[in-house]
């Protein structure tokens, strides 16, 4: 009894009681006494200095720059993702520099080596004003898009921030805000810049997702462990991605290298029976580095509303669901890179068809797989080839009162080609795409009132071209592009761009654009079957918009701060309304005004041990259809105002983040009245964790609380979200 006996002694006080609650407290418990109790070092550990170099500018990762000890032999280069490793340094107080071509030399860093642990550092590099020679591009690296004022959210970021899932690590970027949640139509969605998730284009890895019935990419079905990083880029961009470009795009890169070492296991336990475990493997075999990702999760069936909802008498939605990613490229020359992923769940039917149909679930299946081929003819030029393919079904069952059964299949197959080629120190693009779209609609209780067969092909020719020139101690570059979107059923559609953006003295940069985009029908709204409710309408126009935009940024002094004005125009936009009927049914009948601001603040001291990060986005959208009961009216689910804080504090083994939101009311009905509204709210989250910084293997455990004032949350009518919850949490990397 003795060992028991000093584990005991070790802990705080307050545990031991804690033992008597059941299963979740002695899994606390077990947490966060692997990784506080004191443990013995490994003599033979090795001492290493690992860390990222980004660009302090955009926020990129900076590959191939050159990282060394001062005084020393110790030296390395950095991956792909910006990451680079220092082993067997020894112990002692060390300064580490980086430098690279395009970049003025980073300040020393000063790095204290301790047997058996790991140092962990971030360098930020400042673009030098003179331009590259043609040579120096980097052609895989070359984002044509990076005038257009994209941000960045790294897998260091987001681990730091203790996010879960791709919809929490998205709803934490300037600007973008996620509707929905995993219980809701269509699971969690994405907006940038106030436009609604339909009209956001999500990628993976530059390749464009299948777009569900309902108009937006469900962001449930791809483990987050899976992203390296999340580009985010506002504003009209259907001259880069095509469709649904008309409020931004999305960009999702994945894990393509094991640089950092992603050997690792999570799991996390908390109220209402929610639990997660990830599994993430990346070993180097051979001449191939894959990338396997495993996740279960789920929620438990019952749980309350705060603020008296009246839906609390229900016993909510339970979930249960996982997802697998596996990525595999070659550790020589990444010439080429395959992924898939595979995502199954289960979720209780919410809201008002829980009441209508109780005890229904909605099952949904989702997989994807997708290649892309580099061959590089000279330096400068590159042809690829890329292919993906993505099917997803979804099925509403029900056998209460009255039986329901019916089902959505999804098939989307798609090619491209795509040159790039260094001309006269000028970087162009050009793309050649075909989609094919196939969606089925089935019902097995009325099948006279299928959905039926749909197809849809298109096609799209893009351009694009990138020029910068040094102008003293400027640096001015040029970005042009343009698309020709067309289908079988629509001509085609032109969408040109035009960015200039400019890198000034002291830490300042400008940009500003202009740019066309469009969104074609859905399929679901051109032939949704007739019945007492609904009926779709086959002369539907695409959506057409334009968008300039202006921006500035500063950052010098570990101070950031950027701003961003925009104006769009959007004609014939699709909504739902009722035909003389009384049935609902799409029209071309509004034309929009939507201008707004974006403002974001970064701080960080100490070496970014505190930081601090607000934003705000101001929208307003107004309708401009010159209908008498609606001209003036503002656009549903578009709040007038967001703000956003947070703040970041690491010290020693601990690390914490606490962060507040508040969104305004949004109308939620087109009709003329102002009081159907989605509720303002507000919620403050925390996060804590604590980590051993050991080589191998490192542990960390964490302890977060969401919506700490209980406030009741719409996130969508009638699909408000639980009240105040917790979990714990337990990393260990290997």
């Given at each position: 009894?003795?060992?028991v ?44 200095i ?17 990282v060394?000890?001062i005084?020393t ?13 220092l ?18 030399p ?38 044509l ?38 219980e ?7 907006s ?27 962001l ?29 795009a ?8 094991a ?23 990346a ?10 990702t495993l ?19 229900r ?63 000279h ?11 993505e ?17 959505m ?43 039926g067969?749909?197809?849809?092909q ?67 709204s ?25 921006a ?26 009722r ?10 009948v ?27 986005v ?5 309708d ?6 609606h ?14 804080l947070?703040?970041d ?20 009905l ?61 990393t260990?990397?290997f």
């Amino acid at each position: 009894m003795r060992p028991v006996i000093s584990i005991f002694d070790s802990l705080p006080k307050a545990a031991v009681p804690l033992l008597v609650f059941g299963r979740r407290a002695v899994f606390l418990l077990l947490v966060f006494s692997a990784v506080f109790l004191p443990r013995p070092v490994d003599a033979e550990s090795e001492r290493s200095i690992t860390g990222i170099v980004y660009d302090s500018i955009t926020g990129s990762p900076v590959e191939d720059a050159l990282v060394r000890v001062i005084g020393t032999a110790f030296a390395t280069r950095t991956t792909a993702s910006g990451c680079f490793e220092l082993c067997s340094v020894p112990t002692g107080r060390w300064q580490v520099d980086v430098r690279r071509i395009g970049y003025f030399p980073s300040a020393p860093v000063l790095a204290e080596v301790v047997e058996g642990f790991e140092r962990r550092i971030r360098i930020a590099l400042s673009p030098s004003p003179v331009p590259l020679p043609a040579q120096q591009v980097e052609h895989t690296s070359v984002s044509l898009q990076r005038e257009t004022g994209t941000r960045r959210y790294t897998s260091e970021q987001i681990a730091r921030a203790g996010h879960r899932t791709l919809a929490d690590a998205l709803d934490a970027i300037p600007g973008v805000r996620v509707y929905g949640s995993s219980e809701s139509p269509g699971g969690t969605r994405v907006s940038v810049g106030g436009a609604s998730p339909e009209r956001v284009a999500v990628l993976l890895d530059g390749l464009p997702l299948a777009i569900g019935a309902n108009g937006a990419v469900n962001l449930d079905v791809i483990p987050l462990a899976a992203v390296a990083s999340i580009e985010v880029t506002p504003g009209s961009q259907s001259a880069g991605v095509g469709d649904a470009a008309i409020g931004g795009a999305v960009n999702l890169r994945t894990r393509s290298d094991a640089s950092e070492g992603q050997q690792r296991a999570e799991f996390s336990d908390g109220s209402f029976g929610t639990y997660r475990g990830v599994v993430t493997v990346a070993p180097a075999i051979l001449q191939f580095i894959p990338h396997l990702t495993l996740e279960k999760y789920g929620r438990g069936s019952r749980f309350t509303y705060p603020d008296g909802d009246s839906t609390a008498v229900r016993q909510g939605v339970g979930i249960n669901g996982w997802r697998g990613f596996l990525g595999l490229s070659p550790t020589t020359v990444q010439a080429w890179h395959v992924s898939a992923f595979v995502h199954r769940s289960k979720v209780g039917a919410p809201g008002a068809l829980e009441q209508l149909y109780p005890g229904a679930a909605n099952e949904n299946t989702r997989v994807r797989a997708q290649g892309v081929w580099e061959h590089t003819t000279h330096p400068g030029s590159i042809l690829g080839v890329s292919l993906w393919y993505e099917s997803g079904d979804d099925r509403l069952r029900s056998t209460r009162p009255v039986p329901f059964n019916a089902e959505m299949r999804e098939r989307f197959l798609g090619a491209r080609l795509r040159g790039q080629r260094t001309i006269l120190k000028a970087v162009g693009q050009l793309f050649a795409e075909f989609v094919s779209r196939r969606l089925e609609g089935r019902d097995y209780q009325r099948p006279n009132l299928a959905f039926g067969v749909r197809h849809r092909q298109e096609f799209a020719l893009r351009g694009a071209a990138r020029r910068t020139a040094g102008l003293g101690p400027c640096a001015m570059t040029l970005a042009l592009s343009s698309a020709l979107d067309g289908d079988n059923r629509f001509p085609p559609a032109y969408s040109p761009r035009i960015d200039l953006a400019g890198s000034l003295p002291f830490g300042l940069s400008v940009r500003s654009g202009w740019g066309r985009s469009f969104r074609r029908p859905l399929l679901t709204s051109l032939f949704w079957k007739a019945d007492a409710f609904s009926v779709g309408n086959p002369d539907l126009r695409p959506e057409r918009a334009s968008e300039w935009d202006l921006a500035a940024v500063f950052r010098r002094w570990g101070i950031t701060a950027d701003s961003r004005y925009f104006v769009r125009h959007v004609r014939d936009i699709i909504t739902w309304e009722r035909d003389f009927m009384g049935r609902f049914q799409p029209r071309n009948v509004a034309r929009a005004y939507v201008f707004g601001r974006e403002d974001h603040l970064a701080v960080a001291a100490f070496r970014g041990a505190i930081s601090a990060d607000y934003s705000h986005v101001f929208t307003g959208a107004y309708d401009r259809s010159g209908e008498l009961n609606h001209d003036g009216m503002v656009l549903v689910m578009t709040p007038r105002h967001t703000h956003e804080l947070s703040l970041d504090a690491s010290l020693g083994r601990w690390s914490g983040r606490v962060s507040g939101r508040w969104i305004s009311a949004r109308e939620i009905l087109r009709q003329n009245n102002r009081n159907k509204q989605v509720r303002p709210y507000g919620v403050i989250d925390g996060f804590v964790r604590a980590a051993v910084r050991r080589r191998k293997p490192a542990m960390q455990a964490g302890l977060r609380v969401d919506n700490i004032t209980n406030t009741r949350v719409d996130l969508l009518v009638r699909y408000p979200s639980p009240g105040r919850a917790w979990s714990a949490e337990m990393t260990v990397q290997f």
